[in-house]
């Protein structure tokens, strides 16, 4: 699989980054901010400026999600597997940071004012903190089927109580695919992350033909958002 990653960046074949993909979570996440700062409700990160929370960004590819973060001042981590989308990061949406570099037997990490991209594996890397959002748009469809319960269980393990998870995938019912992003039923989603409370969902249907994904022309997907929160 990590081939397939490499190939597709190599290649530039990134359907995932396309106009619009980030629409819900730039509604969204800086309403959660403001209620956050806002309402009392405790933040993970009481030895930062202002109580800026704390976000992560699983499989981040060069997703403007981390930098849209950034800009409203959360300290971000974000990490991938692949080198040329975190160098991305760094010299196209962060150039003007300076970053220091350390490197470790499992990941290499850049760190700067409020930033963390970490180039590695995110189950073999280390993650010593819980995050006050995370924002999952289809890292969780990119990992194999069979290794989704080992990502679920620690996804949860960082999110802080009180955290928010901001989830996208997609619903294709009984289609399957033989490469990312793998379709999941949103009961299974439900099921995978039931120890946390369902906020909100919404979703988007599409024709199989019209994504950049599939190769479908009679059947329909569903792009599906789901917002989950930790209790204490």
Known sequence: MND????????????????????????????YIAERLTEGAPVTSHDLPNNSLRTFVPLCGDSPIVQF?????????????????????????????????????????????RLSLIEGDFFACS????????????????????????????????????????????????????????????????QLFTPLHEVSFSEQRKKIADSPFYESPDEEFSRCWIIFEKAR
């Not at 995932?16 to 819900?24: F, I, M, P, T, V």
């Not at 089927?145 to 997609?170: D, N, T």
Request: with cysteine; aromatic share 12%.
């Open 69 to 113: 973060l950034h800009e409203h001042q959360c300290t971000v981590t974000a990490i991938d597997l692949i080198p040329s989308p975190i160098r991305e990061l760094r010299e196209q949406l962060f150039s003007e940071l300076t970053f220091k570099k350390t490197t470790t037997s499992t990941h290499t990490t850049w760190k700067a004012e």
């Open 127 to 190: 993650i010593d903190q819980q995050f006050d959002l995370i924002y999952d748009r289809a890292a969780l469809v990119a990992i194999e089927p069979q290794r989704r319960a080992q990502y679920v269980e620690k996804i949860m393990s960082l999110l802080a109580p009180h955290g928010r998870l901001f989830l996208e995938f997609f619903d294709v019912g009984e289609f399957s695919a033989s490469h990312p992003p793998f379709p999941i039923m949103r009961q299974t989603v439900r």
């Open 4 to 31: 397939y990653w490499s190939d597709c960046w190599k290649n530039a074949h990134t359907p995932w980054s396309y106009q619009g993909s980030d629409d819900l979570a730039i509604k969204r996440i800086p309403e």
